[in-house]
């Protein structure tokens, strides 16, 4: 069935096949989203709308904070559109033949200066207090590093015996089933649900971006320069996240996939993975220097 002309019959949507259908996925989409508070994957879905169900305290704020900013703005484009229709009916030539001569008015002038900037501040407090929230946390259970690469991303464990491994996606070709075309690595990130944990983010070659939406983390990694930010997955699952900075041909190919697994069950995997992974070897400090903060750059995965 091909295109029929669009018609709205009562609360019914009458449209082709093609569209109904679209409209019936974004839908069932939408509702899967809305009531998947216990979702055990997070990450981009086909047909997805609006934010990623926020798995941290700090999504949970931006995901509010986004939403109090779709009103205003929403509030904001209703009333200038408004305005747009008034003065282009109100004095559209036929109806106002002799164009008023005014050049300006004090009043409104001041008005349209001063409730901007009470709006833009409005905005401002809440968004500084929420990049200081997201920026530190004093008292973390654990630490885990990022390191940047082109093109996957190294992971660290400094709190754990210092073990490190790679994560590199998985090739199309190589996809077992169950696994996500671009999204699943071969070493998934795991950590401990509940539990404060601090990240660290740095990079051995260019700029990369390690950004997870679920959690409200989208930070560079930066060559030369260590940067931090705080997570506290509150529930179990698989999420998913990609660098989000051009870093070069395979920009597009090193996937983030973290697993966040109850206390127990990480620490299980963190005797496991103290076997089976290398451990940070310190490159040694020039005499007399103290070995600065070190990113490792070879010895990488070697026992693998
Ligand atoms: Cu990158």
């Known amino acids: ?19 109904v259908n679209r409209l019936f996925v974004t839908l069932t989409v939408l509702m899967s989203t ?12 086909a047909w997805q709308l609006g934010l990623q169900p926020p798995a941290t305290p700090t999504a949970v704020m931006i995901n509010d904070f986004h939403n109090v900013l779709l009103w205003i703005i929403t509030l904001i484009t209703i009333f200038v559109l408004g305005l747009l229709i008034y003065v282009s009916v109100r004095f559209r030539e036929s109806r106002n033949p002799t164009p008023s001569k005014t050049t300006h008015n004090t009043t409104v002038e001041i008005l349209w200066t001063v409730i901007p900037i009470f709006i833009l501040v409005g905005i401002a407090i809440p968004s500084m207090k929420l990049l200081y929230f997201a920026d530190k946390v004093e008292d973390a259970d654990m ?24 994560a590199n996606m998985i090739q199309e070709d190589e996809l077992k089933k169950g696994q996500k075309r671009l999204m699943d690595t071969d070493n998934p990130v795991v950590l401990p649900v509940g539990k404060k944990i601090r990240l660290l983010f740095a990079s051995v070659d260019v700029i990369h971006n390690w950004s997870m939406s679920s959690f409200g983390v989208k930070v560079d990694t930066t060559p030369g320069r260590l940067n931090e930010t705080w997570v506290q997955i509150d529930r179990a699952g698989t999420y998913y996240g990609f660098c989000s900075e051009l870093c070069g041909v395979n920009h597009a190919f090193m996937p983030i996939m973290v697993k966040a697994v109850p206390p127990a069950e990480f620490d299980a995997w963190v005797t496991k993975a103290q076997k089976e992974f290398a451990r940070v070897d310190e490159p040694e400090a020039p005499a007399g220097q103290p070995a600065a903060v070190t990113v490792k750059v070879a010895a990488r995965n070697l026992s693998k």
């Open 1 to 19: 069935m091909g295109y029929s002309p669009t018609a709205i019959t009562g609360w019914r949507v009458d449209v082709g096949e093609y569209r």
């Open 34 to 45: 809305a009531f998947a508070g216990s979702a055990s994957a997070a990450g981009p879905e």
């Open 143 to 166: 630490t885990l590093k990022v390191v940047g690469h082109q093109w996957y991303w190294e992971y660290q464990y400094p709190d754990h015996g210092n073990f490190t491994f790679d």
